[in-house]
């Protein structure tokens, strides 16, 4: 297992459900990432996993907010999540909770007049969200989503150095897209699953069973050189605004990069923004990526 790596740089976190160059070989033109006028993107999660920060104690919280407030003027207590990490060469799993005598301190949400902006904390993690949280809200694209991660990880990192905390000592980077797929728009029940995902092609025919009732796929790739893994999961839910039925569709990148630097940790990034972009334009079918996400390139 490597050792924690402690730094002071700024992560460069790419959205992938856009235009943009991948990483090549020297000498080569990379073919540009998929690009979409309607992505199906409802909310991007950039996020920093660290080792637990001892002086980050629960009146750390208000003074942190202090710093945010004019930006982030609700404030909401959370449940802590579990650390992550992906040990390659192991059998996927989930991760269980971790048990202590101590009670946890919580996950608070620094969210925006806007609510489509929102801020995680807690002391072994931040996270910066874009979501959508009406059919009106457009997708900010990826310059941003980036931007105001940045912002928000430099301000944490000043804090914990004013506060006397110390420098996060970062074990983890994760990269999340989540997508609503409409029932309605390229497919109509799940027995039609393969209109959107050629690989969960349910055969209509059966001297049996019907078309099912719901569905939940997980499955789990291994980026290149130890760098992590790209998860996957697709299950059939209920969008909560106007109660259609949707294909909820997670990308996940997670891991950490082979050099602990600034230079490699943003390789790292670009990395799993290519294995988001390509892998979602790899699962759904050509058809509704033309018809009606209106794919560009």
């Known amino acids: 297992m490597r050792k924690p790596w402690r730094i002071c740089v700024v992560l460069s976190v790419i959205q992938g459900m856009e235009g943009g160059w991948a990483i090549s ?7 540009p ?6 992505p199906p993107v409802i909310e991007v999660v950039c996020g920093v996993q660290f080792a637990e920060l001892k002086g980050f104690q629960p009146t750390a919280f208000g003074l942190l907010w202090q710093r945010f407030r004019d930006e982030y003027p609700t404030c909401e207590q959370q449940p802590p999540l579990a650390q992550v990490i992906e040990r390659l060469g192991e059998p996927v799993a989930d991760e269980p909770p971790r048990l202590s005598h101590v009670l946890p301190l919580p996950r608070v949400f620094f969210i925006q007049e806007t609510p489509c902006w929102l801020l995680q904390v807690q002391n072994d993690r931040l996270l910066h969200n874009w979501r959508k949280t009406n059919e009106t809200d457009d997708y900010p694209r990826f310059p941003e989503v980036q931007k105001r991660f940045w912002s928000a990880w430099e301000r944490f990192l ?9 420098d996060p000592a970062v074990n983890q980077l994760e990269l999340t897209y989540i997508n609503h797929i409409v029932q309605g728009e ?10 959107v995902l050629p690989d969960l092609t349910w055969r209509p025919k059966r001297n049996f069973l019907p078309s099912p009732e719901s569905i939940l796929w997980k499955a789990s790739f291994l980026l290149p050189n130890g760098a992590g893994r790209l998860h996957l999961s697709v299950r059939h839910a209920i969008r909560k605004s106007d109660q259609k039925p949707v294909l909820l569709c997670e990308l996940t990148a997670r891991g950490m990069p082979t050099a602990a630097a600034e230079g490699g940790m943003r390789e ?13 334009a790899d699962l759904t ?3 509704i990526q033309k018809d009606i996400w209106r794919r560009k390139s």
Not at 158 to 166: L, R, V
């Open 33 to 38: 990432l998929p690009d979409y006028e309607r």
């Open 285 to 287: 079918a050509d058809t």
């Open 268 to 280: 790292w990034f670009s990395l799993g923004r290519e294995w988001i972009v390509r892998g979602f």
């Open 158 to 166: 000043g804090f914990c150095s004013d506060e006397g905390i110390g």
């Open 186 to 195: 390229g497919w109509e029940g799940l027995g039609s699953i393969g209109d």
């Open 25 to 31: 070989m020297p000498g080569t033109s990379p073919p």
